[in-house]
C-alpha cells in the first residue's frame, strides 16, 4: 500500500494560534479521514469526507475534500492545549483492495501555553 | 460500554520468543485490522479481516500471524521471525468491511524485545 504524504510532520505553537496540514496522494481517493492520536492511545475519529470538495466542520476543526480527490486539508483555529497530539489522515485509495485505508504518516502537534 | 480491547497494554519479550497480543471487540463489526505504528512511520498495516475464518496480508506480514475463529476476536502472534519487533501494535475494527468507512481503535500494545 502507498503511504499518504502528509505535511507537516511537526509543528510547534502557541496556545490561541491557527493550524493548518494537508495530505496529498498520487491516487485519487473516494474518501478521507482525519484521525488524532492521544499518547499512548489509539487513534480517534475527527472528521471524514465523502464527497470532492466538500467541507466539513467539528467545533474547532475544519476538512475540506480536494476538487481533484488527491488531497485533504485539516485546519484548527484557536489551539488549546488538549490539542496536543498525532494528526492522522487516512483513506482507502480507489482501486486498492478492499478492507483497507492507507495513513499518513502523521503530523505530531505541540502546543505551548 | 462498547469498544476494542487490547491487552496486554505492555509487553516485554526476550529475542526469540512468540508472543501473542489479543483483541477483542463487541461492537458486532465483520472487519477487523492490525497495525504496526513506528515514531514518524504512521500507521502500517500487517493484517486485516472481513469475515470470520478469513484474512489477507497486509503491507508488512512477514514475521507475523492471525487467526479469526471468532467474530469477536482478532488476535496476532509476533514470531520469532519478525526482524523487528518493539513497536506499537494497534487493532482496530469496522462495520464496512469495504474499508471505506470508520475504524475504531483499540488503546494499543506496546511490545518491547530485549
Known amino acids: 500500500g502507498q503511504q499518504l504524504n502528509q505535511s507537516p510532520q511537526s509543528m510547534f505553537i502557541q496556545e490561541g494560534e491557527d493550524v493548518s496540514m494537508n495530505c496529498t496522494s498520487s491516487?485519487?481517493?473516494?474518501?478521507w479521514l482525519w484521525y488524532k492520536q492521544d499518547p499512548g492511545e489509539g487513534p480517534v475519529l475527527l472528521i471524514a469526507?465523502?464527497?470532492?470538495?466538500e467541507l466539513t466542520s467539528n467545533g474547532r476543526l475544519t476538512a475540506q475534500f480536494g476538487i481533484t480527490r488527491k488531497d485533504s486539508f485539516l485546519n484548527i483555529s484557536a489551539s488549546i492545549p488538549s490539542d496536543v497530539g498525532i494528526y492522522f489522515c487516512?483513506?482507502?485509495?480507489?482501486?486498492?483492495?478492499?478492507?483497507?485505508?492507507?495513513f499518513g504518516r502523521g503530523t505530531q502537534l505541540t502546543v505551548w501555553p | 460500554d462498547g469498544g476494542i480491547t487490547q491487552s496486554p497494554k505492555y509487553l516485554f519479550r526476550k529475542e526469540g520468543q512468540n508472543v501473542t497480543l489479543s483483541c477483542e471487540q463487541n461492537?458486532?463489526?465483520?472487519?477487523m485490522y492490525w497495525y504496526r505504528q513506528d515514531p514518524g512511520q504512521g500507521l502500517r498495516l500487517i493484517y486485516y479481516?472481513?469475515?470470520?475464518?478469513?484474512?489477507q496480508k497486509g503491507d508488512i506480514a512477514e514475521g507475523y500471524s492471525v487467526s479469526r475463529e471468532k467474530k469477536e476476536s482478532f488476535p496476532l502472534t509476533v514470531t520469532s521471525a519478525q526482524k523487528n519487533p518493539t513497536a506499537f501494535y494497534l487493532c482496530?475494527?469496522?462495520?464496512?468491511?469495504?474499508?471505506?468507512?470508520?475504524?475504531?481503535f483499540g488503546e494499543g500494545s506496546r511490545l518491547t524485545v530485549l
Open positions: 469526507l465523502y464527497k470532492a470538495g
Open positions: 487516512a483513506g482507502p485509495p480507489r482501486g486498492s483492495t478492499l478492507g483497507r485505508l492507507d
Open positions: 479481516s472481513q469475515i470470520v475464518n478469513d484474512f
Open positions: 482496530a475494527s469496522s462495520a464496512d468491511p469495504r474499508g471505506t468507512g470508520e475504524l475504531f
Open positions: 491516487s485519487i481517493f473516494n474518501t
Open positions: 461492537l458486532n463489526h465483520d472487519a
